[in-house]
Structures are given as C-alpha cells and as structure tokens.
C-alpha cells in the first residue's frame, strides 16, 4: 500500500521560509518522478515544483524561491521554499507522479493528504 505523508506546512510571515516534506513508503521504484502541487482557494490544483532523478521543474513563479529535492534513502521528498508571498498561501500536495513535462502538464498515480501553507502579512 502506497502512503505519502506531507509535513512542514504552518503560518509564515511573508518573506520567511518553511520546509515541507513528503515520507513515502510502499512506492516500487525510487526513480519515480515526484512533485509538489497547490491548490489555492477556487483555485485549480497546480504542478509548482517536480523531480526526476537530478532533473528537476519548477512552475515559473516560484522558480529561484523553491527547491525540490529529494533523500531516496529516506524515501523522502522535501520543498524548500524561501522568500514566500502571500500568493503562495495554499494547499500543498505531494504526489508521485506518472509523468510531467517541463510545461507543468503532469498526471499522478498517488497523492499525499495535503498540508497548509498561509503566508501572513
């Protein structure tokens, strides 16, 4: 049974930093390409950051402010993400996915339950 279980998520000034990470466990295959999505209220849930074994896509807005990453010996996924904005405030989701491209387009198999990210003021 696949599990992916977020953490990290919380309440940030804007301009601060948090972490978030993904622990999974009953994935086949290390190499998978995973990534980070959001979903903002009344919003569509979207790919903002991906990795695939050392490549790696970033969602243009966040591009030199997150960083994904990941530990294959932990099986796990991390976001670092600096310099946040009130416009980051969202739902962040880890998923595993079956494919993205480096235009965002991107279709998972397994998703975490998500973790909020509100970014004050």
């Known amino acids: 049974q696949v599990q992916l279980v977020e953490s990290g998520g919380g309440l940030v000034q804007a301009g601060g930093s948090l972490r978030l990470s993904c622990a999974a466990s009953?994935?086949?295959?290390?190499?998978?390409?995973m990534g980070w999505f959001r979903q903002a209220p009344g919003k569509e849930r979207q790919l903002v950051a991906a990795?695939?074994?050392?490549?790696?896509y970033y969602e243009d807005s966040v591009k030199g402010r997150f960083t994904i990453s990941r530990d294959n010996a932990k099986n796990t996924v991390y976001l670092q993400m600096n310099s946040l904005k009130l416009e980051d405030t969202a739902v962040y989701y880890c998923?595993?996915?079956?494919?993205?491209?480096?235009?965002?387009?991107?279709?998972?198999?397994?998703w975490g339950q998500g973790t909020q990210v509100t970014v004050s003021s």
């Open positions: 990795i695939r074994w050392t490549e790696t």
């Open positions: 009953g994935l086949p295959d290390s190499s998978r390409a």
């Open positions: 998923a595993s996915l079956r494919y993205y491209t480096n235009t965002g387009s991107a279709a998972a198999k397994y």
